[in-house]
Protein backbone atom coordinates (compact mmCIF):
# COMPACT_ATOMS: atom_id res chain seq x y z
CA UNK A 1 0.00 0.00 0.00
CA UNK A 2 0.98 3.66 -0.27
CA UNK A 3 4.39 4.48 2.06
CA UNK A 4 2.57 6.71 4.78
CA UNK A 5 4.64 9.93 4.37
CA UNK A 6 4.03 13.32 2.34
CA UNK A 7 1.01 13.42 0.42
CA UNK A 8 0.12 10.23 0.11
CA UNK A 9 -3.26 9.23 -0.93
CA UNK A 10 -3.59 6.90 2.30
CA UNK A 11 -2.46 6.94 5.16
CA UNK A 12 -2.47 5.09 8.67
CA UNK A 13 -4.88 5.41 11.73
CA UNK A 14 -0.78 5.73 13.13
CA UNK A 15 0.05 8.24 11.02
CA UNK A 16 -2.51 10.62 11.96
CA UNK A 17 -3.01 9.82 15.41
CA UNK A 18 1.19 11.25 15.43
CA UNK A 19 -0.19 14.36 13.67
CA UNK A 20 -3.13 15.49 15.49
CA UNK A 21 -1.98 18.69 16.44
CA UNK A 22 0.37 19.43 13.34
CA UNK A 23 -0.60 23.00 12.20
CA UNK A 24 -0.47 21.87 8.49
CA UNK A 25 -2.79 18.91 8.71
CA UNK A 26 -6.53 19.26 9.36
CA UNK A 27 -8.60 16.05 10.14
CA UNK A 28 -11.81 15.70 8.35
CA UNK A 29 -14.32 13.82 9.21
CA UNK A 30 -17.49 13.24 6.06
CA UNK A 31 -20.31 10.46 7.60
CA UNK A 32 -23.00 8.83 5.54
CA UNK A 33 -24.53 9.37 9.16
CA UNK A 34 -24.93 13.11 10.23
CA UNK A 35 -25.42 12.40 13.67
CA UNK A 36 -22.32 10.25 13.90
CA UNK A 37 -19.68 13.74 14.77
CA UNK A 38 -21.53 14.68 17.66
CA UNK A 39 -21.16 11.52 19.67
CA UNK A 40 -17.51 11.13 19.18
CA UNK A 41 -14.94 11.88 16.58
CA UNK A 42 -11.18 12.32 16.30
CA UNK A 43 -9.36 15.18 18.57
CA UNK A 44 -9.21 18.33 16.47
CA UNK A 45 -11.07 16.92 13.55
CA UNK A 46 -13.59 19.08 11.84
CA UNK A 47 -16.53 18.07 10.45
CA UNK A 48 -17.99 18.56 6.74
CA UNK A 49 -21.10 17.52 5.58
CA UNK A 50 -21.66 16.23 2.40
CA UNK A 51 -25.12 18.00 2.00
CA UNK A 52 -24.43 21.17 3.97
CA UNK A 53 -21.11 22.11 2.56
CA UNK A 54 -20.60 20.32 -0.34
CA UNK A 55 -23.52 20.88 -2.50
CA UNK A 56 -25.12 23.89 -3.83
CA UNK A 57 -28.69 24.53 -1.95
CA UNK A 58 -30.83 24.69 -5.42
CA UNK A 59 -29.28 23.69 -8.16
CA UNK A 60 -28.36 19.45 -8.60
CA UNK A 61 -24.30 20.48 -8.57
CA UNK A 62 -21.72 21.09 -6.03
CA UNK A 63 -20.72 24.53 -4.42
CA UNK A 64 -18.58 26.74 -6.75
CA UNK A 65 -15.37 28.63 -6.01
CA UNK A 66 -16.73 30.89 -3.57
CA UNK A 67 -18.73 28.31 -1.16
CA UNK A 68 -15.67 25.79 -1.51
CA UNK A 69 -13.05 28.65 -0.92
CA UNK A 70 -15.74 30.10 2.21
CA UNK A 71 -15.77 25.94 3.65
CA UNK A 72 -12.30 25.87 3.86
CA UNK A 73 -11.78 29.46 5.25
CA UNK A 74 -13.92 28.38 7.64
CA UNK A 75 -12.75 25.52 9.20
CA UNK A 76 -9.37 26.99 9.00
CA UNK A 77 -7.01 25.74 6.21
CA UNK A 78 -5.10 27.28 3.50
CA UNK A 79 -4.16 25.72 0.20
CA UNK A 80 -1.12 24.01 1.81
CA UNK A 81 -3.27 22.46 4.58
CA UNK A 82 -2.64 18.81 4.35
CA UNK A 83 -6.49 17.40 4.20
CA UNK A 84 -7.10 14.20 5.56
CA UNK A 85 -10.60 13.18 5.48
CA UNK A 86 -11.94 9.78 6.95
CA UNK A 87 -15.54 8.97 8.08
CA UNK A 88 -18.01 5.73 8.55
CA UNK A 89 -19.27 3.84 5.98
CA UNK A 90 -15.59 2.53 4.83
CA UNK A 91 -14.79 6.13 3.93
CA UNK A 92 -17.74 6.34 1.48
CA UNK A 93 -18.15 9.86 1.75
CA UNK A 94 -14.90 11.17 3.04
CA UNK A 95 -13.44 9.79 -0.85
CA UNK A 96 -16.29 11.79 -2.08
CA UNK A 97 -15.26 15.17 0.27
CA UNK A 98 -12.06 14.26 -1.39
CA UNK A 99 -13.24 13.97 -4.90
CA UNK A 100 -15.25 17.70 -4.29
CA UNK A 101 -11.88 18.72 -2.98
CA UNK A 102 -9.95 17.41 -5.94
CA UNK A 103 -12.29 19.60 -8.67
CA UNK A 104 -11.00 22.86 -6.99
CA UNK A 105 -7.03 21.78 -7.03
CA UNK A 106 -6.65 21.15 -3.46
CA UNK A 107 -4.70 17.68 -3.83
CA UNK A 108 -2.64 17.66 -0.83
CA UNK A 109 -5.07 15.23 0.49
CA UNK A 110 -5.48 11.92 1.74
CA UNK A 111 -7.71 8.59 3.29
CA UNK A 112 -7.37 7.56 6.71
CA UNK A 113 -7.26 4.00 5.68
CA UNK A 114 -10.02 1.90 7.94
CA UNK A 115 -12.26 5.39 9.19
CA UNK A 116 -13.97 5.69 12.17
CA UNK A 117 -14.07 1.99 12.61
CA UNK A 118 -10.76 0.94 12.27
CA UNK A 119 -9.90 4.05 14.78
CA UNK A 120 -12.41 2.70 17.26
CA UNK A 121 -11.48 -0.88 17.01
CA UNK A 122 -7.90 0.38 18.18
CA UNK A 123 -9.03 2.05 21.02
CA UNK A 124 -7.87 5.20 19.95
CA UNK A 125 -8.91 8.59 21.94
CA UNK A 126 -12.11 10.36 20.92
CA UNK A 127 -14.22 13.76 21.82
CA UNK A 128 -17.00 15.54 21.47
CA UNK A 129 -15.28 18.25 21.77
CA UNK A 130 -15.55 20.68 18.75
CA UNK A 131 -12.34 22.15 17.65
CA UNK A 132 -12.28 25.98 16.50
CA UNK A 133 -9.30 27.10 14.58
CA UNK A 134 -8.26 30.46 13.38
CA UNK A 135 -10.20 31.65 10.11
CA UNK A 136 -8.00 31.72 7.04
CA UNK A 137 -8.85 33.38 3.62
CA UNK A 138 -8.59 30.85 1.16
CA UNK A 139 -9.12 31.12 -2.09
CA UNK A 140 -10.14 28.03 -4.74
CA UNK A 141 -8.90 27.58 -8.15
CA UNK A 142 -12.28 27.78 -10.01
CA UNK A 143 -13.97 24.17 -10.45
CA UNK A 144 -12.55 21.84 -12.65
CA UNK A 145 -14.92 19.58 -14.17
CA UNK A 146 -12.93 18.35 -17.15
CA UNK A 147 -10.20 16.19 -15.21
CA UNK A 148 -12.12 14.36 -12.41
CA UNK A 149 -15.37 14.86 -13.65
CA UNK A 150 -17.65 13.69 -16.45
CA UNK A 151 -21.24 14.80 -17.75
CA UNK A 152 -24.03 13.14 -19.32
CA UNK A 153 -23.67 13.83 -22.87
CA UNK A 154 -20.40 13.51 -22.05
CA UNK A 155 -21.07 9.92 -21.03
CA UNK A 156 -23.39 9.06 -24.01
CA UNK A 157 -21.00 10.75 -26.78
CA UNK A 158 -18.15 8.57 -25.21
CA UNK A 159 -19.78 5.19 -24.81
CA UNK A 160 -18.16 2.45 -26.71
CA UNK A 161 -14.31 4.34 -26.00
CA UNK A 162 -14.39 4.40 -22.38
CA UNK A 163 -14.40 1.29 -19.84
CA UNK A 164 -17.64 2.02 -18.06
CA UNK A 165 -18.08 0.87 -13.74
CA UNK A 166 -20.96 0.65 -12.40
CA UNK A 167 -20.71 0.51 -8.69
CA UNK A 168 -23.75 -0.30 -7.56
CA UNK A 169 -25.59 -3.57 -6.32
CA UNK A 170 -26.13 -6.03 -8.79
CA UNK A 171 -29.72 -5.38 -8.01
CA UNK A 172 -29.85 -1.99 -9.40
CA UNK A 173 -26.97 -3.05 -12.06
CA UNK A 174 -29.94 -5.82 -13.48
CA UNK A 175 -32.50 -3.48 -13.18
CA UNK A 176 -34.73 -5.01 -10.44
CA UNK A 177 -33.62 -2.67 -8.21
CA UNK A 178 -34.23 1.08 -8.23
CA UNK A 179 -32.34 1.86 -5.11
CA UNK A 180 -30.09 1.36 -2.17
CA UNK A 181 -31.24 -1.39 -0.40
CA UNK A 182 -32.49 0.22 2.90
CA UNK A 183 -32.26 3.86 1.06
CA UNK A 184 -35.22 5.80 -0.40
CA UNK A 185 -36.18 5.89 -3.79
CA UNK A 186 -34.17 8.87 -5.39
CA UNK A 187 -36.17 9.42 -8.57
CA UNK A 188 -35.43 6.79 -11.29
CA UNK A 189 -37.89 6.11 -13.44
CA UNK A 190 -36.14 3.13 -15.01
CA UNK A 191 -33.86 0.52 -13.78
CA UNK A 192 -30.90 -1.42 -15.77
CA UNK A 193 -27.02 0.24 -16.39
CA UNK A 194 -25.65 2.16 -19.39
CA UNK A 195 -24.44 0.13 -22.66
CA UNK A 196 -21.53 -1.74 -21.74
CA UNK A 197 -20.70 -1.17 -18.19
CA UNK A 198 -19.43 -3.76 -15.75
CA UNK A 199 -20.91 -4.21 -12.17
CA UNK A 200 -18.24 -3.75 -9.33
CA UNK A 201 -20.11 -3.17 -6.66
CA UNK A 202 -17.72 -0.07 -4.77
CA UNK A 203 -17.12 -1.85 -1.17
CA UNK A 204 -15.60 -4.58 -2.49
CA UNK A 205 -12.79 -2.65 -2.41
CA UNK A 206 -12.65 -2.46 1.10
CA UNK A 207 -12.24 -6.16 3.85
CA UNK A 208 -15.41 -5.91 5.69
CA UNK A 209 -13.58 -6.94 8.77
CA UNK A 210 -11.11 -3.89 8.92
CA UNK A 211 -12.60 -1.22 7.37
CA UNK A 212 -9.38 -0.75 4.92
CA UNK A 213 -8.66 -0.88 1.49
CA UNK A 214 -6.90 -4.49 0.25
CA UNK A 215 -3.75 -4.77 -0.77
CA UNK A 216 -3.01 -3.47 -4.30
CA UNK A 217 -2.80 -7.06 -5.55
CA UNK A 218 -6.17 -7.87 -4.75
CA UNK A 219 -7.29 -4.61 -5.96
CA UNK A 220 -5.81 -5.50 -9.33
CA UNK A 221 -7.37 -8.79 -8.89
CA UNK A 222 -11.33 -7.28 -8.70
CA UNK A 223 -10.58 -4.20 -11.05
CA UNK A 224 -7.95 -5.81 -13.93
CA UNK A 225 -8.62 -9.34 -13.87
CA UNK A 226 -12.21 -9.74 -13.03
CA UNK A 227 -13.66 -6.76 -14.78
CA UNK A 228 -11.06 -6.16 -17.34
CA UNK A 229 -9.77 -3.19 -16.68
CA UNK A 230 -5.92 -1.69 -17.77
CA UNK A 231 -4.38 1.35 -16.94
CA UNK A 232 -4.47 2.69 -20.44
CA UNK A 233 -8.10 2.80 -20.04
CA UNK A 234 -10.35 5.88 -20.08
CA UNK A 235 -12.05 4.64 -16.73
CA UNK A 236 -15.82 6.26 -16.17
CA UNK A 237 -17.30 5.42 -12.31
CA UNK A 238 -20.72 5.62 -11.93
CA UNK A 239 -23.21 4.86 -9.25
CA UNK A 240 -26.59 6.51 -8.40
CA UNK A 241 -25.66 10.29 -7.20
CA UNK A 242 -21.98 10.28 -7.56
CA UNK A 243 -21.13 9.28 -4.06
CA UNK A 244 -20.08 5.15 -4.45
CA UNK A 245 -18.60 6.06 -7.51
CA UNK A 246 -16.17 8.80 -5.88
CA UNK A 247 -14.64 5.43 -3.94
CA UNK A 248 -13.90 3.70 -6.75
CA UNK A 249 -12.68 7.08 -8.06
CA UNK A 250 -10.14 6.76 -5.53
CA UNK A 251 -9.06 3.37 -5.34
CA UNK A 252 -8.32 3.36 -9.05
CA UNK A 253 -6.73 6.94 -9.54
CA UNK A 254 -4.89 7.17 -6.09
CA UNK A 255 -4.28 3.47 -5.34
CA UNK A 256 -3.90 1.71 -8.20
CA UNK A 257 -2.61 4.84 -10.06
CA UNK A 258 -5.02 4.88 -12.98
CA UNK A 259 -4.14 8.20 -14.99
CA UNK A 260 -7.81 8.70 -17.07
CA UNK A 261 -10.39 7.97 -14.00
CA UNK A 262 -13.31 10.05 -14.04
CA UNK A 263 -16.67 10.40 -11.78
CA UNK A 264 -20.28 10.70 -13.75
CA UNK A 265 -21.91 12.21 -10.34
CA UNK A 266 -24.99 12.73 -12.15
CA UNK A 267 -25.07 8.64 -12.46
CA UNK A 268 -28.08 6.46 -12.42
CA UNK A 269 -31.02 9.25 -11.18
CA UNK A 270 -29.88 11.10 -14.21
CA UNK A 271 -29.57 8.40 -16.70
CA UNK A 272 -32.19 6.48 -15.43
CA UNK A 273 -34.66 9.88 -16.00
CA UNK A 274 -33.54 10.90 -19.28
CA UNK A 275 -35.18 10.49 -22.27
CA UNK A 276 -33.86 8.53 -24.97
CA UNK A 277 -30.43 7.19 -23.92
CA UNK A 278 -29.65 4.08 -23.77
CA UNK A 279 -30.14 1.01 -21.03
CA UNK A 280 -29.18 -2.48 -20.77
CA UNK A 281 -30.86 -4.79 -18.15
Not at 28 to 46: F, M, Q, R
Not at 153 to 179: M, W
Not at 219 to 234: C, H, M, T, V
Request: with cysteine; proline share 6%.
Amino acid sequence: MAAQTGYQPLVSTSWVAERLDDPTVRVIESNEDPLLYSTGHLPNAVEVDWTRDLNDPLRRDYVDKQGFSALMSRIGVTPETHLVFYGDRNNWWACYSLWVAALFGHTRASIMDGGRIKWLNEGREMTTEVPAFAQTDYVASERDDKTDRLFRDEVLASLGRTKLIDVRSPEEFAGTRLHMPDFPNEGALRGGHIPGAKNVPWARAVNPETGEFWPIERLREIYEQEAGLSPSDDVVAYCRIGERSSHTWFVLKHILGYPRVRNYDGSWTEWGNSVGVPIER
